[in-house]
């Protein structure tokens, strides 16, 4: 920003005022200096103490080609408007939208709060800011929101600071903030929602990278309303329910599932209620091949899946029947063409009269299950079916609030990398690592929670490739072993070590210690929990698969 509230003086503290046209001329001289030095900082203006004047400022600047080339983003303040009546700017705010559409660039709300002193620190305050949010998110299609202040020795901070006894306390504004901020994942897109019902104010994100879905209700009335939710093209079926409200901070209340296409809800008067998406069904891919007539796959022929159903190609955990295509190029004739879903192929044996032939398959999806008891601790995890992209922050929301952060092991180096939900929320960079079949993964969950996982067997991918040391491996079939029939038949694997969630303590299975007679506990290797194994050397492990 070139200046704060370049449209605001006091003798309260330090300000700078700009006119419009000092605003645009300072914009070519700092862009064109950032532009010579290499530096990739973004410039946004004007940042006026108010919606309304940000117009004359952004008219002036825009209207220079020079000095719009180096404009990123349009921000304001909202110090325009009566704290207590949100409502009151509602047609600027629609004025504001048009100028964002009308220069394509994204809108910044800066710095806003309540200043005065009689209500700071009420609850009354709290659902004011939420009202806010709201409005500059929906009516005026902003992308951000900055509140003042986090830290604050008054009332009016999200958290006030007593000097004198070296306390504080985190005010109901807080969890009005944390209704938006801690379910709305940077990068997420608004998409369609509204209300008939004129006490209600609802929005809706989608965070693209994973596909969940947040939703906000604020009921700004002082009764209680009974209502359902109509989803449309929405694919999750479960929603986590947190509410704040006079009594409540934030607070999970439980979960509402989807019937007959509708979410049935109860909103207390003066709440805000954020529902986040989650599924005991998690979407998967559908995955195809190609056999010659020894059954042996072959590698060469290139494999097409598509359909008309947006859910079978990338995410799908419904069953029913779709048709796929499968392209085979260079390949013999009469082969066969097989599709996987759940490890269940559906195979049609066909002649291929000329290479570069699409052949139409019916395919009939089933899904595959299995439910995971993660223990209070540690809890040693691998995806134990084929399933749609998962991160560490995703694997972490879909297993909830109880899960708390995730370590991979990087057999290269040797070393854990860890992903932690409290150091991400407090803006910590984390890696937000893939979640692969193979893999093992330690997730540190804070009481007994259950995981249930929907996807396609592993029977395509069973080759791992093992460093000399330690490596966290995943087990890929659906049934179970034992250590000395799954892993030790291995010439080069040492040693094993399974991790017992209930006692968080490990037990190993060694080679060496075998053949010097001293016996060794054949414990059973089950789906969905990962291993670590020693290897004397890098090498791949191969066990099974077509």
Known sequence: SIQNEPDFSTEGWETCTYTPEQMRDVIKVVGAKLRAEGLSTKIICPETAGCSSAMKYIDTVMADPEATQYVYAFAHHLYDINFFNPDEKLTQMRIMAGYASRYNRPLWQTEYSYLGTVDAG???????????????????????????????YRETGLITIYSSNNSYKVNPVYYAVKQYSKFISPGSRRIYAS?????????????????????????????????????????????????????????????????????????PPESITTLMSYSSIMPFNVYGYVKDEKENRISEALVRISSSIDCVSTRSGREGEYNVTILVKDVKDNIRIGAIHDGKSGLAKVSILSNNKSIQVNVTIKTSSITLCLKSGYNLFSLPFLNHSLTASSLLELIGEQAQSIFMYNSSIQRFISYDRKLAEFGIRQEDFKIEPNVGYFIYVSNNVNLTIFGAENILDRIIPLKKGYNLIGWTFSN???????????????????????????????????????????????????YFVFSSKDENLYYGGI
């Not at 008939?196 to 947040?214: C, F, H, K, Q, R």
């Not at 093209?233 to 007959?260: H, M, P």
Request: overall charge negative; proline content about 3%; some cysteine.
């Open 122 to 152: 009420t609850f009354k305050e709290a659902l004011a800011t939420a009202r806010h949010i709201h409005n500059f998110l929906t009516v005026e299609n902003g992308s951000v929101y900055l509140v003042w202040t986090l830290f604050w």
């Open 195 to 267: 209300s008939n019902i004129s006490d209600l104010l609802v929005s809706a994100y989608l965070n693209e990278p994973n596909g969940n879905v947040t939703i906000v209700i604020i009921n700004k009335g002082s009764d209680t309303v009974k209502t359902k939710i109509q989803l449309k093209n929405i694919q999750w079926n479960l929603f986590k329910q947190y509410r704040t409200s006079i009594t409540e901070k934030c607070e999970y209340i439980g979960d509402i599932k989807e019937s007959g296409g509708f979410l049935e809800i109860t909103l």
């Open 480 to 530: 179970s072993s034992r250590v000395s029939i799954a892993f030790m038949n291995f010439s080069f694997i040492e040693s094993v070590f399974m991790f017992d969630a209930t006692t968080q303590r490990y037990v190993s299975y060694d080679r060496k210690l075998i053949e010097f007679g001293i016996p060794q506990p054949d414990f059973e290797i089950v789906p969905g929990q990962g």
